[in-house]
């Protein structure tokens, strides 16, 4: 039987020395050197985000939603995904959600819910991210960024969107982990059957 760590503040690791390897506009690469919960020494890398990544599922009042496509050079493949941005750390997340929804969409809502906030890779990385629900939609103008010039968006109903989830249609981890969460708090947020 093991203890309840999820109270636990203290980490049973102990950093030694932290090395910094890389660094641009949107990440920094850190090797520290640690002991680990063992006892051993060893080798860390961690990845911090100058960003944090925000995803938006729209939901009209027929149920639908919208998906953004695009090519994800680090994948080397296709990926229909929620509409999603980066927010600058001290930016806040629902004002950069109502950005991100009509660059991508084109679409305005009039409400902004925010649904989750996880940790997509926290094995690496520090990285955050948060989903918001947009409701009350209305057209805007979409405004795509250079690396954006290949999205496609699609409309499709809400369900359709869950099924491409359980397919494996959609890989992105915030996107899964929105629309499933969506899905099974439905009747909290929407009124879709």
């Known amino acids: 039987m093991t203890d309840d760590k999820d109270s636990k503040d203290e ?13 641009n506009a949107w990440i920094k690469v850190e090797e520290h050197q640690v002991i ?3 006892g051993s020494n060893g080798i860390y890398g961690k990845v911090s985000f100058k960003n944090q990544a925000v995803g938006i599922i729209p939901v009209d009042k027929d149920g639908n939603t919208w ?3 695009q090519f994800r050079y ?7 995904e929620i ?32 649904l989750l906030h996880l940790h997509p890779s ?7 991210g948060y989903v918001y629900l947009a409701t009350d939609l209305s057209e805007g103008v979409q405004q795509l960024e250079d690396t954006e010039k290949d999205i496609q968006v699609k409309k499709l109903a809400f369900d359709d969107a869950v099924k ?8 992105d981890a915030i996107s899964v982990a929105g629309i499933l969460f969506l899905a099974l708090n439905r009747n909290q947020y929407i009124n879709l059957k």
Request: aromatic fraction near 6%; avoid cysteine; charged fraction near 20%.
């Open 36 to 38: 680990n919960p063992g």
């Open 83 to 114: 509409p999603m941005g980066g927010s600058p750390n001290k930016e806040d997340k629902m004002k950069t959600a109502i950005r991100e929804l009509e660059e991508e969409t084109g679409l305005k809502a009039g409400e902004m819910t925010q």
């Open 11 to 23: 980490s049973p690791w102990k950093t030694l020395s932290t090395q910094p390897v890389y660094n």
């Open 164 to 171: 491409m989830v359980q397919n494996g249609e959609i890989t």
């Open 74 to 80: 680090t994948l080397n493949q296709w990926s229909w």
């Open 67 to 69: 998906l953004v496509g």
């Open 122 to 128: 926290n094995s690496i990385t520090d990285e955050q």
